[in-house]
């Protein structure tokens, strides 16, 4: 998993939710504090993190690499969660399984934090297998609450837990000591819900999951191409044969399914009232799915393997020599010490030649890791194409570039919406000595991500004697895709279509650096630009 998160690095480009924690983590700590009064709050402790990260040196890969330890750190949890409750060859294979997800890498190149909440509740996961064996729940609530304050939807997880207590039929000691290590978890998360709810406005573009999301999502945890998905989907439903164990012990089904299934179930409903549901919210729900291809792994294997020890026969001897020895599986140490005449054995040879020989352990072990190295094979173009910045919602980096080569000292600049000033704050570069004709505060003293704008009147003063705007706009706001709600916002627009006309433009993705040129020194000079342009390719 380290060597897959560590390829491909340096995309030299963030999109914009990374060049908010770059930009945010650089702050100091009295700026970081103040923005999450208002906004953000769900990530502060990322922030606080990351803000120490990043004192080390300021830069891409470094933003990255806390999200590429902490996968590796969740394959190695995997691992041993599958070691634990089956045993070790299937934790190697659920481990291994997890470091070639697609998903897992999409998220351990990514600069949030997604892929160290995976870390927390799969760790969390592991502490809670280990209460319920041996009663001790301290250690649990402390990472599943420094966990929550890393994301608060990994509460769920208590959900998941809740549902594998109950298969594994524990008991009321066993609950008891759980039930007040979740009571502790709540209580330590109150005062984030309640700041994060009054910013619920960031979520107001999300929309109602569907029955296809859920679909999506199920292919993402299992395998997104359709031969890796197809066998991984029938070694799922294997493993779930075994989904209840002896009372009182948990069974790898029953920690891994309601892992899979219950945290991104409970927030599609939750979804149906508020949407608040996103893919990368319930990252850590990715656990369950190698697990669970494991446990119907080693079901396969331990039924293959019975049926080839129960196949074999017994050797003929041939005529003038003795008839080989014969150690059949289930044959015990007494069998094979009574035995006598030629073929018999020594009683002091009985206890070691029931031992199972090392290439019959090694084999089914090995077959498995061939096995998730044909399902890296064939997954590959999609963990190569994944490394190419197009792949992430937009790169800022390419539209810093755009705009440093159309920009000129003492241009001014207009962004719309506010949120495109993200390109400036995280690429400064390309728009030195840029006048920035909306801003009347700066991010980092507002506390604020983006800083805050002059109203509807100031914004006309400021553009009453220019000829000339640079505009880095959202393409589909220009479009009339959307609308904005805030009155700057309109003014812009409105200011825009009224007393500019459009002129040459460099688009990046869904963001487009355009000039606008006065529509009086259009009518002075015939040569300039009285249409429109026709947008360029993406």
């Known amino acids: 998993m380290l060597a897959l998160g560590l390829w491909g690095l340096d995309r030299s480009g963030m999109w914009r939710d990374e060049a908010v924690t770059f930009q945010v983590a650089r702050r100091t700590v009295p700026q970081i504090w103040r923005l999450l009064h208002g906004v953000d709050a769900v990530h502060g402790l990322y922030y606080l993190l990351l803000h120490a990260v990043l004192t080390v040196h300021p830069g891409e890969v470094v933003l990255r690499l806390p999200s590429v330890c902490a996968a590796a750190l969740t394959a190695g949890l995997v691992a041993a969660l599958g070691a634990r409750l089956v045993r070790p060859r299937a934790g190697l294979w659920a481990g291994l399984l997890y470091a070639v997800s697609p998903m897992a890498g999409h998220y351990a190149q990514e600069g949030r934090s997604y892929a160290l909440v995976a870390a927390g509740a799969t760790g969390a996961t592991l502490l809670w297998v280990r209460a319920v064996r041996k009663g001790s729940w301290w250690a649990y609530g402390v990472v599943l609450g420094l966990t929550c304050w890393l994301h608060e939807f990994a509460v769920l997880l208590l959900l998941a837990h809740a549902l594998s207590l109950t298969l594994a039929r524990a008991g009321a000691r066993v609950w008891r000591g759980w039930g007040c290590a979740a009571g502790a978890v709540c209580a330590v998360l109150v005062p984030m819900v309640l700041v994060s709810r009054t910013q619920s406005a960031q979520v107001a573009w999300l929309r109602e999951p569907t029955w296809d999301t859920a679909a999506d999502l199920l292919r993402s945890c299992l395998g997104p191409t359709d031969g890796v998905y197809a066998v991984c989907l029938v070694l799922a439903a294997v493993g779930l044969t075994g989904v209840a164990g002896r009372r009182g012990e948990p069974t790898c089904a029953g920690v891994a399914l309601p892992l899979l299934v219950v945290p991104p179930a409970a927030l599609m409903l ?96 090995l077959a498995g890791a061939v096995g998730v190295l044909l399902a890296l094979t064939h997954q590959w173009p999609l963990l190569r194409d994944d490394r190419d910045p197009a792949r992430r919602p937009d790169d800022l980096a390419a539209v810093s570039r755009a705009a440093g080569r159309m920009l000129r000292p003492g241009g001014a600049v207009l962004f719309l919406p506010a949120q495109t000033r993200n390109v400036a704050l995280t690429y400064p570069g390309a728009f030195h000595g840029a006048r920035d004709l909306a801003l009347a505060g700066p991010a980092p ?85 009285t249409a429109p342009p026709r947008p360029a390719p993406r």
Do not use: I, N
């Open 270 to 365: 939750a979804s149906q009232v508020a949407p608040l549901y996103v893919d990368r919210y319930v990252l850590y729900a990715l656990s369950g799915a190698p697990l669970l291809v494991a446990a119907g792994a080693e079901r396969v294997a331990a039924a293959v393997g019975r049926r080839w020890a129960g196949g074999r026969r017994t050797p003929v001897a041939l005529p003038g020599r003795p008839a080989p020895v014969v150690l059949a599986a289930s044959a015990g140490p007494a069998a094979l010490a009574g035995s006598a005449g030629p073929v018999g054995l020594p009683d002091r040879a009985a206890p070691r030649s029931s031992r199972p020989s090392r290439p019959r352990t090694l084999g089914p072990a």
């Open 445 to 529: 003293a507002s506390g604020t991500l983006y800083g805050t704008e002059v109203g509807a009147a100031e914004l006309r003063r400021r553009t009453d004697r220019l000829e000339r705007v640079w505009v880095l706009a959202d393409r589909d706001l220009l479009a009339g895709r959307w609308r904005v709600g805030d009155a700057t916002e309109r003014a812009k627009l409105a200011v825009l279509a009224h007393d500019f006309v459009p002129g040459p433009e460099r688009v990046r993705g869904d963001v487009t650096v355009r000039l606008y040129v006065r529509r009086a020194a259009v009518t002075r000079s015939p040569a300039s630009p």
